[in-house]
């Protein structure tokens, strides 16, 4: 499968400040969805986000998404030492498979 | 009940051994997944099924057999497997095939010795 890149690999920050992860896909997709990881744990779905939409809020989340540079961010804003997790874009293609990409470690100091 | 369960939590397994892994969902669900994800790497899919038939295989060693009993349940059968078959497995579920979102266990720590 063609996993997309996510950058940063890791990114560290103090509580209370904002954090960005971008992710770069490779195909034409349905949508693109992001997931959180909690060491060694499930994947939690936190944002779905639609090839005919360019931007989406949910709660302290806000995803943009730009398919001529298939492209797309996650922020969190106000970021709490509860957010350290691994996050991880996935995009869903036509036959529904998700690919997920490499994702990104953050880690929130309190 | 939004949750997805996975048994074993853990296990170790020889490689002449013969196991199997269970996931379960009362959500409704007809389509469920199985996934594997080495350490510190994504999730890589490995099979899918809608409304209880096999519906992508995605090239997974036969040493890895699935099983959809019901609509609820979904197993993963394995035999002679690898040391590098070690991995997190994990299952998911989702309304149907293309639906968006899918729901997570919390996966089985698999050991091949």
């Known amino acids: 499968s063609q996993q997309g890149e996510e950058d940063p690999q890791a990114l560290s920050i103090q509580e209370g400040e904002n954090a960005t992860m971008n992710c770069s896909y490779k195909?034409?997709?349905?949508?693109l969805q992001w997931y959180r990881q909690n060491s060694g744990r499930g994947l939690v779905h936190l944002i779905l986000i639609r090839s005919n939409e360019r931007e989406k809020h949910s709660g302290r989340l806000r995803v943009t998404l730009d398919t001529s540079k298939k492209s797309s961010s996650l922020l969190i804003t106000a970021s709490r030492a509860a957010d350290t997790a691994s996050y991880f874009c996935a995009e869903e293609t036509s036959g529904s498979r998700l690919t997920f990409g490499e994702g990104t470690q953050l880690t929130v100091n309190p | 009940d939004t949750e997805v369960t996975q048994t074993p939590k853990h296990l170790v397994m020889g490689m002449t051994n013969k196991k199997s892994l269970k996931c379960e969902q009362h959500?409704?669900?007809?389509?469920m997944y199985w996934y594997k994800q080495k350490a510190k790497k994504p999730p890589e899919l490995m099979f899918v099924y809608s409304y209880e038939k096999l519906s992508i295989n995605e090239s997974v060693p036969s040493r890895f057999s699935p099983e959809c009993p019901n609509s609820s349940l979904l197993n993963l059968h394995l035999h002679a497997l690898q040391p590098e078959d070690s991995a997190l497995y994990l299952c998911?579920?989702?309304?149907?095939?293309?639906?968006?979102?899918?729901?997570f266990g919390p996966g089985t720590r698999l050991t091949v010795t």
């Open positions: 959500m409704g669900h007809r389509a």
């Open positions: 195909t034409s997709i349905n949508n």
């Open positions: 998911a579920s989702s309304p149907t095939v293309g639906a968006g979102e899918q729901y």
